[in-house]
């Protein structure tokens, strides 16, 4: 189409695609050092007991500060690092730095249930994805017990027979899995029967606009009753108001995080969702 328009409009969208090809590739190469420099970091965001608002765990996201492009988001630099197979080595590191963070807290006499890590669907495709995670819960000393791992729909759209067999060895170590973004991506109820995970994962999709939204809230509901159905315990993610929240513990909602309770923050910044062992805070 750019060419039909002229010469100098066909110059201007080749001059654009190169533009963009080298932003990609600095953010390229920056993505290959930042393993290297430390330039990556972890935050946390707290989840919570819908019926009493206890803690429960938290949820590991990655941070990435460029010295030279700044803050970028997961969002983008993950997709990219699953591109040009990076993802592999950047999930091990988030791995292990949630486990060292887990076995810190309880070494300070600080509770809590699980940590969560996400998983991208390139990590679970590898064969020795299990026993990495075995050799890292090892090498750090976090009680499997204290782990959950968070996978998305799309995992099951290679080879879906390995991923189940696998799934399944991580369960029976003790890690609890959840379905990440649950409904936002390759679903199949076939698969879900079949799954050994312990949660869904309602996506914020569908949490933003509850119960304004008719559609998102039968969705939101509809999650609940198949999870439990299908004996699962339901999270919603990206929980910003107290009507949302209402809305979802009167109908049975299990778990949720969201800004209204925190942010996803620094591990000094938790004190209040770590409560000590002999349970003062
Ligand atoms: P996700 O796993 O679904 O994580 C939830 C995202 O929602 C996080 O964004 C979190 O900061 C954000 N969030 C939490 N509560 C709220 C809320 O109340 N409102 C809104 N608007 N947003 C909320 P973040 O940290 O930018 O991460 C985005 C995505 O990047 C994650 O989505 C996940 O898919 C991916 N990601 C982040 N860290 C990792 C990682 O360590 N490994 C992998 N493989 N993916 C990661
Ligand atoms: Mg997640
Ligand atoms: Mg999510
Ligand atoms: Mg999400």
């Known amino acids: 189409r750019a060419k039909l328009d002229g010469r100098n409009n066909y110059a201007f969208y080749t001059e654009s695609m190169t533009k963009q090809a080298v932003e990609q590739l600095k953010l390229q190469t920056a ?6 420099n430390e330039d990556f970091y972890l935050v946390y965001q707290p989840k919570l007991t819908l019926k009493d608002l206890s803690p429960c765990g938290f949820e590991a996201l990655i941070r990435w500060h460029d010295p030279i492009l700044g803050d970028i988001s997961p969002a983008e630099f993950i997709p990219l690092a699953e591109k040009i197979g990076l993802i592999w080595d950047i999930g091990l590191w988030v791995l292990k730095t949630a486990c060292l963070q887990g076995v810190e807290w309880l070494t300070q006499g600080k509770t809590f249930e699980r940590i969560s890590v996400n998983v991208a669907s390139l990590q679970m495709q590898r064969n020795d994805f299990v026993d990495k995670v075995r050799q890292v819960l090892l090498e750090t000393g976090l009680p499997t017990k204290h782990l959950e791992l968070e996978v998305t729909e799309s995992c099951m759209m290679h080879n879906p027979e390995a991923i189940i067999h696998d799934l399944k060895l991580l ?18 109820l076939n698969y879900l029967k079949r799954l050994p995970i312990d949660k869904l994962k309602i996506d914020q999709s569908f949490v933003g606009d509850i119960p304004h939204d008719v559609n998102n809230t039968a969705i939101a509901k509809a999650v609940i009753a198949l999870g439990h159905a299908l004996n699962l315990q339901i999270i919603a993610e990206g929980v910003e108001t107290e009507e949302q929240a209402e809305f979802l513990r009167r109908n049975g909602c299990d778990l949720a995080q969201g800004y209204l ?3 996803p923050r620094l591990s000094d910044a938790l004190t209040e969702f770590l409560p000590l062992v002999n349970g003062i805070k």
């Open 31 to 36: 993505l290959h050092h930042a393993l290297a």
């Open 171 to 188: 369960g029976a170590m003790g890690i609890a899995l959840s379905i990440d973004d649950f409904g936002t991506g390759y679903s199949s």
């Open 261 to 263: 309770y925190s942010r």
